[in-house]
Nanobody, 125 residues
Framework: QVQLVESGGGLVQAGGSLNLSCTASGLKFDEYAMTWFRQAPGKEREGVSSISFSGRRTFHRDAVKGRFTISRDNTKNTVYLRMNSLKPEDTAMYYC??????????????????WGQGTQVTVSS
């Protein structure tokens, strides 16, 4: 079975940083685009950052541009999200998702075939 396992969430003060990771198994990782989504209580799930199968193309929603960096290591079947200058509005459950469309950049949840269980990020003011 396909498994995506996120880690690295936690509680940080505004302005701080966190590094998330997501390790995949059960799929040909280097053929999948990977995207980080997030969902805060009472809000819709939204795409945050996305990366193509090769890592050569990356995408970010406007709210995190300049603060978040997505990367991947296909030798480790792992995608990362480095989050700097965190704001309280970044507080959410962060999910890793995989799409067989390899180029990335889609914020449409139904285009992703596999999801992790999520890791909680809480940013205090």
């Amino acid at each position: 079975q396909v498994q995506l396992v996120e880690s690295g969430g936690g509680l940080v003060q505004a302005g701080g940083s966190l590094n998330l990771s997501c390790t995949a198994s059960g799929l040909k990782f280097d053929e999948y685009a990977m995207t980080w989504f997030r969902q805060a209580p009472g809000k819709e799930r939204e795409g945050v950052s996305s990366i193509s199968f090769s890592g050569r193309r990356t995408f970010h929603r406007d709210a995190v541009k300049g603060r978040f960096t997505i990367s991947r290591d296909n030798t480790k079947n792992t995608v990362y999200l480095r989050m700097n200058s965190l704001k309280p509005e970044d507080t959410a459950m962060y999910y890793c998702a995989a799409s067989p469309g390899p180029y990335g950049g889609s914020w449409k949840s139904d285009e992703y075939t596999s999801w992790g269980q999520g890791t909680q990020v809480t940013v205090s003011s």
